[in-house]
């Protein structure tokens, strides 16, 4: 029942009127009104127990001229309604609902103030205070007072049905999108965000509103399980990040879209101490594709961008929000081991380019340069990645006449299959810091070459002998009769050195051997490298160098 169309309104009468008056005014209205509703009136106000209903539905405790300027005020300028005070708890329930049923415009800022300060006059109504109020008139009015106080409780429930209808109205006067933003100003304010219990009409307002947004929700929710699955598919199917990216980026605004509806009943639901079952299993779809992503495919941009929504938009759902929040600590700690290798990458990448980096001039009188550097070698004006480089020899040759030292050439080849490059050196100095640098660039690169090698199996020769994971195979010549092949695990050979060789051969047995020349054949430094780490670090394999 609006206040406009209450009986006590429509007969312009008081509650402290009695029945004589009563009659005189129906008479008196029926003049310039319709006689049967004036007669109703009449009768709801003379009946004790019809009464009742329009004396709670109408501004009780408020003498008749206030009632007067208050209902002027509602006519004429319904916004100004809010600022009135000095009103008893139901009065301003009332009259509230009567000015939100008027507002001449709406958005969601103003309904959701007055949806709260409805809520808020109707959650202090004490049905004892009322009846006190409801009696000292009718001790005025000379109808008899109400010893029911169950009768007062009835009513006030069907004021709380008035309300929410009212409330309804206005809602549903509002765009879709100005309706959800109301309706979670007014939850998120009248709870604390969720931390407190809120009036008894916003958990009203919030069941309504549930059952109107299901249809919303359920559809929402079946559209991120088949983007879930969709991209779950993608990534198992090992498609780019570019393929990725908008996948992602749509499942993450379609669930924003979804929590922005869902957003109200969260927080009303945290304010009641429940969980929301939609909830947690739209979070658990996202959260568990982001745990697939990075554990099976290392995708951790991706699973922190998933992980960082689903923070923002369940903070409202407390076990979701903690799990979200150990999960993005955890993938946050990743990103940062992540930034810190990288950045050790980088540095020992520098590093590496300036240990390798070494250039000279070569030549007495023409010279050329001899350049080393991450981008290759450079010599007589021909460049050599270092990657393309398969095979390395270098050594220094002494010179003499009559036993007289006469100095010493040092050579350096490398190249792949059958190109090469040949350097001859004079100087010492050039010679050394260049086959430093040969070293660490390619040198190092091609013993792990070998080692991975011969972990999957692969055997190399190296002049008569053959190399493999488990030792080598060495010939032992005969004067008559084909040449003998041992296999000799490394446990039972032997290395050393002799002029500008390298040797090995099988312990006590000094016809089982093979001599390498370091300037004659390929890769022998790096042959004989991988041995004496091997022999240093024990082992029955040579590839356990590679620490698997």
């Known amino acids: ?302 699973s922190q961008q998933l992980t960082n929504m689903l923070q923002e938009v369940f903070a409202e759902v407390g076990e979701v929000a903690e799990r979200t929040a150990e999960d993005a600590d955890a993938l946050g700690e990743i990103a940062e081991q992540r930034v810190r290798l990288i950045e050790d990458a980088k540095n020992k990448a520098e590093e590496w380019r300036r240990e390798i980096t070494y250039e000279a001039d070569v030549g007495a009188i023409f010279k050329d340069k001899l350049r080393i550097s991450p981008e290759g070698i450079e010599w007589k004006g021909r460049r050599w990645d270092l990657d393309s480089i398969s095979r390395v020899r270098w050594g220094g040759t002494r010179h003499s006449v009559n036993g007289i030292p006469t100095g010493t050439t040092y050579s350096i080849i490398f190249g792949n299959g059958s190109n090469y490059a040949s350097i001859e050196l004079k100087k010492e100095a050039i010679y050394s810091n260049f086959i430093d640098r040969l070293w660490r660039a390619v040198g190092v690169r091609l013993l792990t070459e070998y080692l991975e090698g011969l972990r999957d199996g692969k055997k190399y020769r190296f002049g008569s002998a053959v190399m493999s994971d488990h030792g080598m195979e060495l010939e032992r010549k005969k004067l008559f009769g084909s040449n003998e092949r041992v296999f000799c695990r490394w446990g039972e050979l032997v290395i050393w050195n002799g002029a500008g060789v390298f040797c090995i051969g099988k312990k006590e047995d000094k016809k089982l051997a093979a001599t390498f020349s370091y300037q004659e054949e390929d890769n022998i430094h790096v042959l004989e490298a991988a041995i004496r780490m091997f022999w240093k670090r024990g082992g029955d394999r040579l590839s356990c160098l590679l620490g698997e």
């Open 1 to 302: 029942m609006d206040l406009l169309q209450n009986p006590f309104h429509i007969l312009n009468a008081s509650p402290r009127d009695n029945r004589r008056r009563i009659m005189e005014l129906a008479d008196e209205r029926s003049l310039l009104l319709d006689s049967s509703e004036c007669m109703d009136a009449r009768s709801d106000l003379t009946n004790p127990r019809k009464r009742l209903s329009a004396e709670v539905a109408w501004l009780p405790g408020i003498g008749p001229k206030r009632v007067g300027e208050v209902l002027s005020l509602l006519k004429s300028s319904p916004t100004d309604l809010l600022a009135v005070d000095n009103l008893s708890s139901i009065a301003r329930a009332n009259l509230l609902a009567s000015g939100l049923a008027r507002l001449p415009d709406h958005n969601a800022d103003d309904v959701a103030e007055w949806i709260l300060e409805i809520s808020w006059a109707f959650e202090d109504l004490d049905p004892e205070e009322l009846s006190v109020i409801i009696n000292e008139e009718r001790v005025v009015s000379g109808f008899p007072e109400v010893s029911d106080l169950s009768a007062v409780e009835a009513e006030i429930q069907e004021r709380r049905r008035h309300y929410r209808q009212v409330i309804k109205s206005a809602l549903d006067n509002l765009s879709p999108k100005e309706l959800v933003e109301a309706v979670t100003v007014a939850v998120e304010s009248a709870t604390d965000n969720g931390e407190e219990h809120g009036p008894i009409l916003i958990a009203d307002l919030i069941d309504s509103y549930e059952v109107e947004a299901q249809g919303f929700l359920d559809k929402e929710e079946g559209n991120i399980r088949a983007l879930v699955e969709k991209l779950r598919a993608v990534v198992d199917a090992e498609r780019p990040d570019s393929t990725l990216a908008p996948m992602v980026n749509q499942l993450i605004q379609v669930v924003k879209n979804w929590d922005t509806v869902a957003q109200p009943i969260q927080v009303s639901t945290k304010s009641r101490g429940l969980d929301h079952d939609a909830s947690h299993r739209v979070a658990g779809l996202v959260r568990g594709l982001a745990i697939h992503m990075f554990n099976e495919h290392g995708k951790l941009d991706f």
